[in-house]
């Protein structure tokens, strides 16, 4: 056994030595790795979860080794010992290696070890059956019957195993509603058709459906913390992804009024490494990823065989998260595997539910592990992605109903923002003044990039509620979703929400929208992670929690240099800091973009910039936004 366990640190250290010198590496402009991980390994959040971590390593190259010294322990005995150690053990590592290789070229076809040589079925075929039979020859021949068992264990209860309080049959027991808000990521609502979406699209036609909907700021994190506090940005202050949580205004959320009437919430995401909900806004559980530098770090070591398999395996998944149902480690994620794990987390008793999930398929780099389009362009893998979310979506509301969770509910699709791919299309008319940026929270006159889907149904005993006094007309924002859910569940609460219940909503509003950090691009239209990473890796810090956050004292900094811009009826007005504070306007029925020093209306034009300045009244006076000073003054805001 100790020989074996040799060769098999040797093996793990061999892969892990060839992958290390072909990963790309990263500039920091100065800001060394070293540098930016100090912090990190000194934290105790840190610290766990690279010794869990280290152990679930540990523990398979043991049981590699393991595996291998049980081939070889029944290869001697099956030739009555005529066969000399040397030779059974090389015969036993070809075999588990060629294996190992081939299961998951064929499983995951993107890691760095993974070849088509590999994937041939007969190949697997005759590898896998040589050593079934080698093991099971451990049972007539009476020997390593312990260590069999010890292999088998860990597949049997990661495989075999039910779950117990997975699609209760016996239904739930509560005469409060379920609440349930599925969400989409990235999603251009453009693309939303019966050919890419069939079943959101079904779902828009059967449902309440709010076309003219938006976010206030088009990332994840800020669009969530709007939707879960029913404030805006600048109230709830989640400017940013990665908003150090301990500044935030949480308590008066929707989790928080339903976790008061005994509701057991639920927040699922798949990739989380820009995003940390968790406990802090009243969650009972958080499925998905950790939410941590470590994920970021570990995740990476996906491409290694040998993890990749073993961290499948439910006790090793406990030590090792953060390779599988990782929506950022796309080349294993599987969108229907996660929805298995999601399912299976939810605990139907006597309690209402409350379940707020996100998947991000949709986002860059629009891939999994199977993705057809994975070689093709940009647009093609996006498409792709789109139409897998779809039926992501279907699968877990398939689970909600034939669980008997949608009898009693209220149902929300949604999405966090959307998409823009630097084409024609994605800007206004007559916007040539205007970097025409890829991505989303990158220019705010870009419509594809806020422009969001809202639709709901609300069921009661089975049948579902016809909403007849909503105008599918006027303007909403994600801001609307909690005092809307709260209306429907007829809770009370002591404070005054931005956003409105959408059943009250009887005129054009004026609600904010604002940008965010941008990334870099290269010419094809690609993130380019490196220059992404090296010039914005001097504005975060690591967290006592393990999580990397923006640092508190360049906030203020980077909210001055935002876009913000003002929606009413059917005009957005715009200011851009970064041209001089150039003043636009967007005509959004008709797409057109106007400068404002020649738009025809002037008594509109300056509406549009009180409201603005009203809205960021406490940033106007501050002079982060100089076109307002003025107003402000005219205004007599003091």
Request: proline share 4%; hydrophobic share 40%; aromatic share 14%.
């Amino acid at each position: 056994m100790l020989k074996n366990t040799i060769i098999s640190f040797s093996f793990f250290f061999l892969f892990t030595y060839f992958w290390f010198i072909n990963i790309p590496s990263f500039n920091f402009k100065g800001a060394t790795v070293r540098t930016k991980l100090e912090d990190a390994i000194s934290g105790y959040q840190f610290l766990v979860e690279s010794i869990l971590f280290l152990i679930g390593v540990i523990l398979s190259i043991i049981f590699f080794a393991l595996l291998n010294y049980v081939l070889s322990s029944n290869l001697k005995h099956l030739s009555k010992h005529s066969f000399s150690n040397i030779f059974c053990m090389i015969v036993s590592w070809a075999l588990s290696l060629s294996l190992l290789l081939g299961v998951t070229s064929y499983v995951y076809p993107e890691l760095f070890f993974s070849h088509d040589t590999w994937k041939s079925r007969s190949f697997l075929f005759s590898c896998s059956t040589l050593i079934i039979i080698i093991l099971a020859a451990s049972f007539w021949l009476k020997v390593n019957r312990l260590h069999i068992a010890i292999i088998i264990t860990p597949f049997i209860s990661s495989y075999l195993v039910p779950d117990i309080n997975y699609n209760d049959s016996a239904g739930q027991k509560t005469n409060k509603k379920n609440v349930f808000i599925i969400g989409i990521d990235s999603l251009n609502t453009n693309i939303l058709s019966d050919k890419h979406t069939p079943f959101i699209s079904d779902f828009i036609k059967n449902s309440t459906y709010l076309p003219n909907s938006y976010t206030h700021i088009a990332r994840t994190f800020p669009s969530w913390m709007s939707i879960l506090t029913g404030n805006y940005p600048a109230t709830n202050k989640a400017r940013f992804n990665l908003t150090d949580f301990d500044t935030l205004s949480t308590k008066e959320s929707l989790p928080y009024y339903l976790k008061k009437v005994g509701y057991t919430n639920y927040f699922s995401l798949d990739e989380r490494r820009f995003s940390h909900i968790d406990h802090r806004l009243f969650f009972d559980k958080t499925i998905g990823p950790p939410a941590t530098l470590g994920e970021f770090i570990f995740s990476k070591l996906l491409d290694i065989p040998l993890l990749v398999i073993t961290a499948d395996l439910t006790f090793f998944n406990f030590l090792m998260p953060q390779i599988h149902d990782n929506r950022a480690a796309w080349q294993t994620y599987s969108p229907l595997k996660y929805n298995e794990k999601l399912k299976k987390s939810i605990n139907i008793d006597s309690s209402p539910i409350f379940l707020a999930s996100h998947f991000t398929l949709p986002h860059w780099p629009y891939k999994t592990s199977h993705n057809k389009t994975n070689k093709k362009g940009l647009y093609e893998k996006y498409i792709e992605s789109v139409e897998l979310a779809d039926n992501q979506v279907k699968d877990l509301i398939d689970f909600l109903s034939d669980s008997r969770l949608l009898e009693n509910s209220v149902l929300f699709i949604l999405t966090d923002h959307g998409e823009s791919f630097a084409r024609v299309e994605d800007m206004p008319k007559d916007s040539e003044a205007l970097v025409n940026l890829a991505g989303h929270g990158t220019s705010i006159v870009s419509h594809p990039q806020f422009n969001v889907l809202v639709s709901f149904k609300e069921y009661i005993n089975g049948n579902e509620v016809k909403h007849k006094n909503i105008n599918s007309n006027l303007n909403y924002a994600l801001s609307d979703i909690t005092p809307s859910i709260l209306d429907i569940l007829g809770l009370e609460h002591n404070i005054t929400f931005d956003g409105k219940s959408i059943f009250k909503v009887t005129k054009q509003r004026s609600f904010p929208i604002e940008s965010s950090l941008k990334p870099m691009f290269n010419k094809s239209g690609n993130i380019n992670l490196s220059g992404t990473v090296a010039q914005n890796a001097n504005l975060f810090e690591i967290s006592s929690s393990g999580q990397l956050i923006i640092k508190n004292e360049l906030y203020p900094k980077l909210i001055k240099e935002k876009q913000r811009g003002v929606i009413h009826d059917k005009w957005q007005l715009s200011i851009y800091p970064e041209l001089n504070n150039s003043i636009f306007i967007t005509d959004l029925e008709t797409n057109t973009l106007y400068d404002y020093d020649s738009f025809p209306k002037p008594n509109l034009k300056l509406l549009l910039l009180s409201k603005l300045c009203m809205l960021y009244s406490s940033e106007a006076k501050q002079g982060y936004i100089k076109p307002c000073i003025n107003t402000l003054n005219d205004m007599e805001i003091k």
